[in-house]
């Protein structure tokens, strides 16, 4: 039969979202760049090559595909984009549609939406997420751009989505860069959840001494718990790895510099515009800059002598730090959904938080037990900090004090926490009624005569350093 959806851009995530469309039982389009890759594509498709059409040309893909026409976009995000939508636009009909399923920044999203609404076509920007396991046999997809053009492609990426208790993880977010905005978040948490993961890994390397074989058991012991996730899991199985060439624990022959493809930033970046605080997510950004900096570290150890001290196991046990961990973690989410919350605000969106921590619980990297917890408690709770929800407002209560603990021993030692302290940070400014600023707004006063609230009248006022 004659396909409905074709796929441009047959890489690592485009060649698996293709073959996961194929089988869910849908004939589909394909085609590169390079053609030599399509035909490679194909050829090791094994069964499912009986779904595909390969084309070698875009005029010849067009052509195969039946109107009205569904087309994903796989490419590199940025320019790439913009160049295909530029080439197909006069290939297209009425009622054609162009899903962008990379990682565009959603401020793009929403310039194409802007564009193709003005000329009446259709344009969706859908964030897929699980790297190219979750595209293959189910990604986690957050969708953006007008209802009923997601309406019609839904029953597909519900299909082709990972699937928690049988619900599928591909949720319609908004108009026009929401989806991409959602995902965007996914990929700060992401960074600040493997950071504080990474952190707690070196306590038990540089603090404990540990070896990785025995913190793969403490992780692995983590993922039945509370702390049950991906990135846990995938935690112990690294630390466990061995390198064949060497015999060694593969974690000890990895360079310790970390890459980054900016999702991370961009995170940070639109929560300075918001003015929301995702001081753990910055921290985490951080860590990775500052990982880069070898040279200025290592001259750094030479000057100021080694940091990471010992830590007393007694005290620093695995069960402190897992609570430290758990209460960490919800600071961090309490930050990305606050994050949400306040784009919801500014660009009329109503995004649905306890439906994006279920679009999150399966399909993607940061999937866990907690993010099914976290849907619950967004519904019931409603509109309000992640951390004061009663079920993790629970977890804060019990886990502050190991937090705490474990950031002050650390701090003492020289060991960095920066994305656990972070979290702590916020943690102990969102329960202080009365905060400092009051000093802020001083000083304000005296240096720009920016004036002041006061405790016991309404209006604009001065200290009496102003005029003086
Ligand atoms: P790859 O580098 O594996 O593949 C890129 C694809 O785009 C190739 O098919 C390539 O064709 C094509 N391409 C590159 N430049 C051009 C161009 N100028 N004109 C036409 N085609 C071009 O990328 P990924 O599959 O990893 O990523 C695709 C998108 O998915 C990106 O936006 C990425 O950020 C996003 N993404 C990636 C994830 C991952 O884990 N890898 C996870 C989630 C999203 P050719 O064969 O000719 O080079």
């Known amino acids: 039969t004659t396909p409905g959806i074709g796929l441009i851009g047959l890489g690592t995530m485009g060649s698996n979202l293709a073959l996961n469309i194929a089988d869910n039982g849908h004939d589909i389009a394909v085609y590169n760049r390079t053609p030599e890759r399509t035909r490679a594509f194909v050829d090791g498709a094994g069964e499912l090559a009986d779904k595909l059409t390969p084309c070698e040309t875009l005029t010849e893909f067009v052509a195969a595909i039946a109107p009205p ?23 297209l009909g009425d009622g054609d549609l162009i899903i962008d399923a990379g990682n565009a920044n959603f401020r793009d999203t929403n310039r194409r939406a802007a564009e193709a609404r003005e000329k009446g076509e259709l344009f969706l920007g859908i964030g897929v997420s699980g790297g190219s396991e979750g595209a293959r046999y189910g990604p986690s997809i957050m969708g953006g751009g007008p209802k009923p053009a997601w309406d019609r492609v839904a029953p597909v990426l519900k299909a082709i ?41 070196g306590i038990m390397r540089d603090g404990l001494g540990y070896e990785p074989a025995r913190i793969a058991d403490i992780f692995a012991a983590w993922n039945k718990g509370p702390l049950h ?44 515009h918001l003015g929301t605080p995702v001081s753990a997510i910055e921290a985490a950004v951080a860590a990775r800059n500052i990982s880069a900096r070898t040279k200025e570290r290592e001259a750094g150890e030479a000057l100021f002598g080694p940091a990471p001290q ?24 309490a930050q990305g959904f606050t994050m949400i919350e306040a784009a919801s605000e500014e660009f009329g969106w109503s995004l649905p938080l306890p439906e994006i921590a279920k679009v999150w619980r399966a399909g ?49 030692g ?55």
Request: proline share 4%.
């Open 310 to 333: 010992a830590l007393d196991a007694e005290t620093v046990t695995p069960q402190c730090l897992e609570n430290a961990l758990l209460a960490g973690k919800v600071a961090c989410y």
């Open 414 to 468: 020289g060991n960095p926490v920066p994305a656990l302290s972070s979290g702590l940070a916020y943690f102990d400014m969102m329960r202080t009624g009365r905060s400092t600023a009051n000093m802020i707004q001083a000083q304000r006063d005296f240096f720009g005569a920016h004036s002041f609230e006061r405790v016991d009248a309404e209006g604009a006022h001065h200290g009496p350093w102003v005029g003086s």
């Open 161 to 201: 989505a990972a699937k928690y208790d049988r619900v599928p993880c591909a949720t319609w977010m908004g108009e026009g860069g929401a989806g991409h905005f959602v995902k965007m978040v996914h990929n700060g948490i992401e960074y600040a959840d493997m950071q504080m993961i990474a952190e707690v890994y």
């Open 229 to 272: 996730s991906y990135l846990i899991e995938i935690s112990a199985e690294v630390s466990r790895a061995i390198d064949p060439q060497t015999d060694r624990p593969v974690l000890d022959i990895i360079l310790d510099r970390a890459g980054q493809k900016g999702t991370g930033r961009w995170t940070v970046i639109e929560a300075q």
């Open 69 to 91: 026409r569904n087309i994903i976009l796989m490419v590199p995000a940025g320019e790439v984009v913009d160049q295909h939508i530029e080439i197909l636009r006069p290939m």
């Open 364 to 412: 993607c990297i940061i999937r866990s037990t907690m993010l099914n917890d976290m849907a619950e408690a967004l519904t019931a709770s409603g509109r309000v900090n992640l951390m004061f929800a009663p079920f993790f407002a629970d977890i804060m209560k019990r886990g502050q004090g190991d937090l705490r603990s474990l950031v002050s021993k650390a701090s003492l």
